[in-house]
């Protein structure tokens, strides 16, 4: 009976142990895929951060190379607007582009006598009024003197032909002169205009008028208001100077002198930036 019973105990204990070795095998590989799931995961973190990070540069290079456009693009309007001097002449990369088309239209024998940047944009300027601005229903007229210097339009008129004496105020016959000059000036939307008054030696006052200077510019700019109210030339055009009697054509000793320093200059002057602006809309023609 006692071996039998020891019998069955070993039995026993032999069964019992192992369900217990494979309790530890499967507990430390529990313990072993617990590690490695929590490495795992500590990796994942890590790969998330990179990428994070991996992200954040491209982001940051995508911003530097919009910004590196955004300079590209600011650096090529620069470099059009880049200044050429010259002696006095000052004149941007854009606009000598459109000047040298324009001089393709000037006469070969004109064009060589060009020595210099301020010679070449005096014939491209000159070409154009030439061009555009007919003054011969002005030049058949006494008392208005028309010339082109080069890149200015100078028109002068007596002051008979536009005010009464020591007046400023424009009177009814000034009209027609004037509609003749506002089209002129019209036909060469590129141009500014400036109005300068001039007179004689004769020293005015009265409760108006302090002396000639202020005589000059009054009348320059009742010229001025013509022009823009009834006429419609823009205003931002237009510029107003007094004179005085500071620039006489003639000594002024005798009656006809005096007449011929009492008047009236209309420059129609050209601002680059607009004319070649204006010159490169237009088809350039062949030589």
Not at 25 to 49: I, R, S
Not at 148 to 161: P, R
């Amino acid at each position: 009976m006692n071996k039998l019973v020891l019998f069955m105990s070993a039995a026993l204990l032999m069964t019992s142990c192992v369900p217990k070795k494979k309790y530890v095998a499967l507990e430390e590989k529990y313990n072993t895929t617990k590690g490695t799931l929590h490495k795992t995961e500590l990796e994942k973190e890590q790969l998330e951060q990179k990428f994070a990070k991996i992200e954040k540069r491209v982001e940051n290079y995508n911003n530097k190379i919009s910004s590196l456009r955004d300079i590209n693009s600011n650096l090529k309007k620069e470099n059009d607007n880049k200044l050429d001097i010259t002696g006095n002449t000052v004149i941007s990369s854009s606009m000598k582009k459109k000047m040298r088309e324009t001089l393709k239209n000037v006469d070969a024998a004109e064009l060589s006598k060009a020595k210099t940047l301020q010679d070449s944009m005096s014939l491209a300027v000159s070409y154009s009024l030439k061009k555009s601005i007919d003054t011969s229903d002005l030049e058949n007229s006494d008392d208005v003197a028309v010339n082109i210097d080069n890149t200015v339009v100078m028109i002068s008129v007596s002051d008979k032909m536009l005010f009464n004496t020591a007046s400023y105020r424009v009177n009814k016959k000034a009209h027609k002169i004037l509609k003749k000059l506002a089209d002129i000036i019209k036909s060469e939307p590129s141009m500014e205009v400036m109005i300068e008054g001039h007179t004689d030696s004769r020293p005015i006052r009265n409760e108006v008028l302090v002396d000639n200077w202020d005589l000059s510019v009054k009348r320059a700019t009742s010229i001025v208001r013509v022009l823009e109210k009834k006429y419609g030339i823009e205003s931002n055009r237009l510029i107003a100077a007094g004179r005085g009697s500071s620039i006489p054509l003639v000594e002024n000793n005798t009656s006809k002198n005096r007449a011929r320093n009492r008047r009236t200059k209309i420059m129609i002057l050209p601002n680059l930036d607009k004319f070649f602006g204006l010159m490169a809309r237009e088809e350039v023609l062949e030589p």
